[in-house]
């Protein structure tokens, strides 16, 4: 039989819970890109929102990243003006600025390493060196936790960020400076992984202890994303579902049975949305505004696209799909191919903006050629015409062959475009029955029978109408992700 617990056992509990709640963390965000300042993809928009809402909850949060040669250091202000980084005989000259935000945000400048024309590349090749900067760049981290903020959890993102968790349980294990913190890893994408010779261990002063199957050996290289893995206190990705996923071969890309060694440390946790910046009622982008009460706006910013792309005035009255996208086989190009000219024999209309590989590039090109007026496409990064394609389009399609989270989905969502998704990582967790479609085989006919019966719905305009309304109320703010990314924290501090 159970008991009560008695008036004192309840008042401990009462008082942990209580202290429990009322812990402030102080975390250092270390991530190789950061909205405003520098953005290939989802990265920058996580490491640039996330931490004004854990501040609004209490913490206390930086953010480090590199100082590359797109970053101006007008406004920034230098803070630290020698902290260099020694791998043996080799030195490297370092110079901290902080960048103007509501928040600390360090740049490490180190012009040999990061002054340069990309961030990882150029001309599709990575730069060879790419194991020395990013390890210069964690060891950097750690002089800032020493100098300037000292956290009690480093948040890393991603491979170029995995060695902060290796030099805390290595070079640094006795360093009083780091006892009591904390590492937390999160994958944004397991496919990108950071891979190099053994030979970059001694070239990054890491111990040569740390090339084993439960360290950053991998099938006879380093990997610097398993560093994170394997190093940090504690593990997570951007969605749920991705989470699961990535513990399986289909997508662990060989280390998820190092995943599921980890699997008790191992958390999804949904990525949020700046609704400051896709909000339909108030984007400045598009050609009118539109809500779920008063859709007509939205119509407007249909012909408006049509208009733009030069696609004829009976287009109006039919299904415009969108694509804003990487061109990649992992965004699902490769199915897509396959079923294109299929799919515009539905009488519907595409366009298309994003770069990538050059076959789908030339792909698009082609498409264009062979179907005028039904296909277009824009190669290249285009801000303000990603909005116009989610405020302009009908349904929005996203055919990933994996998507650990997928923040087009909710933008999407919120402008009312109804998604046509594969049902994978974060695609699966923000879409149901009720806001979009899904197809769980990975062909060009499962996409093409999506595509066919979002069209097949878009001709009751009553229900359409409905179904975006319902998707256009759909929270998927920051308030819920990072209440739980400071839940998590807490539990890190705790154990």
Not at 164 to 184: E, I, K, M, N, S
Not at 397 to 414: A, I, W
């Amino acid at each position: 039989m159970c008991h009560p617990a008695s008036p004192e056992a309840q008042s401990d509990v009462f008082l942990t819970r209580a202290w429990y709640n009322s812990l402030v963390a102080r975390v250092l965000m270390v991530s190789s890109e950061a909205a405003p300042f520098a953005k290939t993809g989802g990265l920058a928009d996580v490491v640039g929102s996330l931490p004004s809402a854990l501040r609004s909850l209490g913490d206390e949060v930086a953010v480090v990243i590199p100082r590359y040669a797109s970053i101006d250091l007008k406004t920034a202000h230098r803070v630290w003006d020698n902290l260099p980084v020694h791998f043996g005989p080799v030195s490297f000259p370092v110079s901290i600025y902080q960048a103007p935000a509501p928040y600390p945000v360090y740049l490490v400048d180190c012009p040999p390493l990061y002054d340069r024309k990309g961030f990882y590349g150029e001309s599709g090749m990575d730069y060879p060196d790419n194991h020395i900067r990013f390890a210069v760049f964690c060891r950097a981290a750690l002089g800032i936790a020493r100098v300037l903020f000292r956290p009690d959890i480093f948040h890393c993102h991603d491979w170029q960020t995995g060695l902060v968790p290796a030099y805390l349980r290595t070079a640094f294990a006795t360093d009083p400076t780091f006892f009591g913190c904390r590492t937390l890893f999160t994958i944004h994408n397991l496919g990108y992984q950071g891979l190099f010779p053994k030979a970059a261990l001694a070239e990054v002063a890491l111990d040569p202890s740390v090339y084993r199957p439960d360290g950053m050996e991998f099938f006879g290289r380093v990997s610097y994303i398993k560093a994170g893995i394997e190093f940090a206190d504690a593990v997570n990705t951007v969605s749920p579902t991705y989470a699961r996923e990535i513990q399986t071969p289909e997508y662990g890309f060989g280390l998820d049975a190092r995943l599921r060694g980890r699997a008790s440390v191992l958390t999804g946790i949904l990525n949020g949305v700046d609704y400051a910046d896709w909000n339909p009622q108030t984007d400045p982008l598009i050609p009118a505004p539109y809500s779920p009460q008063d859709l007509t706006g939205k119509a407007t910013c249909k012909r408006r696209l049509l208009e733009e792309f030069g696609f004829p005035a009976a287009a109006l009255d039919r299904p415009l799909l969108g694509i804003v996208s990487r061109f990649t086989r992992q965004k699902g190009f490769d199915i897509l191919a396959e079923v294109a000219a299929r799919i515009v024999a539905e009488d519907v209309y595409l366009v298309a903006l994003g770069t990538g590989d050059p076959e789908f590039e030339d792909f698009f090109h082609l498409m264009q050629q062979e179907h005028p007026g039904r296909i277009a496409a824009r190669i290249g990064f285009d801000s303000p015409l990603a909005h116009r394609i989610e405020a302009g389009a009908d349904i929005f399609l996203m055919p990933s062959h994996y998507e650990p989270c997928g923040l087009n989905q909710m933008y999407s969502l919120r402008y009312g475009t109804v998604p046509v998704a594969r049902a994978t990582g974060g695609l699966d967790d923000t879409i149901d029955v009720g806001t979009g479609f899904k197809f769980a085989g990975y062909s060009g006919e499962a996409l093409l029978d999506a595509v066919k019966a979002a069209v097949r719905a878009f001709a009751d305009r009553e229900n359409w109408q409905r179904m975006m309304r319902r998707g256009m109320s759909m929270d998927f703010s920051w308030k819920a992700p990072a209440a739980a990314y400071a839940e998590l924290y807490r539990r890190i501090l705790a154990r």
